[in-house]
Each structure stands twice: as C-alpha cells, then as structure tokens.
C-alpha cells in the first residue's frame, strides 16, 4: 500500500514495513505490536524495547527532471456584464500512481471524480442555460505528488480567487451508497443548496463535515481553504465493505466501481452549480 501524500524532511528516509516484516520482528520478544501502539496512544511517551533482532532496510529513489504535471482547464463564460467576472469551480485530480511497481489503475481514485466532472461539464456546455457566472472545470496534477496541482492553480488562477464564489471539488466519487460533504458545515449557505438539490431531487444520504485538510493538505480542497474560497470536498461511502485493500493498491480497478452513485452524484453536482450560477 502506497501513501504518497507524505511530509518531506530533507535528510531523513523512512521506509513502510509490511505484516510479515513486523510479525518477524515481535516475534519471540513476548509482545504484540498491536500492543505497543496502544500504549504508545495511551501514554503518548516512547516504548522502545530491545527486539534482539538485526535488520537492514535500504531505499533508493530517483529523481527524473523530465517528469512534468498538467492541469487542464474548462471554461463556460457567463452571460451577465458584472456576474461573469465572478466563477463556480468544480475540479477532481486527473493523477494517480502509474506504475507503483505494479500498475496502480486509480478508478475510485480519482478517475470517478474526473468522471463526474466531465459528465457536469457536458450536461451544463449542452444546457443551453444563460448562466450569469462563468464556470471553471479544473482537472488537477499531481495530487498524489503532494497536491501540487491545485497549489500551482492556486497561486496562478484563471479567474481571481477573491471573485471564486465556490469550489466543488470531486475526491474518490466512485463507491459506495451515501454522499458526504467535507468541510460543508463550514460554508452553511453552500451546503443549504446541496442539500436542497439532494432532498428535492436526488434523495441519497449525504451528511455535512467541518474543515478537514488543512494542517496537512491531502486533497486538493485545501488549498482552496486557504485561499478562503467556500469548498465542499464531494466524497462517497456506505457500500459494502470489499474483502481487500483498494486504497493506492492493485485493486483500485473498474470492478469495484458504483455507477449508480457517480450518476447521482453528477445529478446533484449539476443541480447546484445551475442554481449557485444563476442567482
């Protein structure tokens, strides 16, 4: 299992170690890991202990300047003189893992989001709607390299943050029965819109969250918090536990994909940016 989404301290190297390397280390030692970390928790002091154990970890990275990351930008301009100065976003990050060493095929992660986007944009581009504000389609790079997609898009917008009268982002749509709203509790007239669309029309179970990300950005959301731009981060949830590990593993794959709740999804997605572009 691979989290790239990691602080970097120059000059320090840390290395993830699976079951059966720790299995092998706590064996014979008469303590359990599991544990440990509890007292760890618990106590929240060190619990070193002598393993009598002798191993050797060793990392090798590679730096490839040649690497580069897009964002991809959609634009629907608003029909109103003042209004279309100001923009409704809806992004999701278009990266993930590649060949991690094995293919990592990122369907929940994120290409449902992307998924979603596009299926928005094309409903709202053949709507025939005259929306008053503009509308941006952001597909972000390199989330998964430490949200630095969304970072750079931040820092050099198509339209100004302070005119950015909201941000819908798409995390990891592809999944599961219920909907949620991160960071919705903190943007309560946002969320009222979601949830009117969802009651009205969609009739899913979708809940409301505070602020999450912003100590350490993990979504690209987060940067759009910092920037003060009211964010909802869309995720979804609530299906049937799978019998294996899908997060940044092998098995991220179409199989484990929900169509029914992209397409609800997209519904409600579709539903709030007509109105929040419009009045």
């Not at 964002?71 to 992004?91: C, M, R, S």
């Not at 949830?237 to 709740?261: R, V």
Request: aromatic share 8%; net charge positive.
């Amino acid at each position: 299992i691979v989290n790239p989404n990691c602080a970097f301290v120059k000059g320090f190297g840390w290395a993830a170690a699976s079951r059966a390397v720790w299995d092998d280390v706590f064996a014979g030692t008469g303590k359990k890991r599991d544990d440990v970390i509890k007292q760890i928790r618990s106590t929240l002091k060190p619990a070193s202990f002598a393993t009598g154990k002798v191993m050797t970890m060793k990392n090798v990275t590679e730096h490839h300047p040649e690497g580069i990351g897009s964002n991809v930008v959609g634009f629907i301009e608003g029909t109103d003189p003042v209004l279309k100065q100001e923009a409704i976003v809806i992004g999701a990050h278009l990266d993930h893992l590649g060949l991690n060493p094995a293919l990592m095929p990122g369907a929940h992660d994120n290409a449902s989001g992307v998924a979603v986007m596009l299926g928005v944009a094309e409903a709202l581009a053949k709507s025939g709607i005259p929306f008053k504000r503009s509308i941006v389609f952001i597909a972000f790079g390199a989330e998964e390299q430490g949200v630095k997609g969304s970072e750079y898009y931040v820092a050099h917008p198509f339209m100004p943050n302070a005119k950015t009268k909201a941000m819908l982002n798409l995390e990891s749509v592809g999944r599961g029965e219920t909907i949620s709203g991160g960071s919705g509790r903190n943007f309560p007239q946002l969320w009222e819109v979601v949830d009117r669309m969802n009651t009205k029309y969609i009739h899913r179970r979708a809940t409301a969250s505070a602020n999450a990300n912003l100590a350490r950005p993990r979504q690209d959301a987060a940067h759009f918090l910092w920037a003060n731009v009211p964010t909802i981060s869309f995720g979804t949830g609530g299906g049937k536990p799978l019998p294996y590990a899908s997060y940044h593993t092998t098995k991220d794959a179409l199989e484990i994909i929900t169509p029914e709740i992209m397409q609800d999804l997209a519904r409600l997605v579709f539903l709030t940016t007509v109105e929040l572009a419009t009045k």
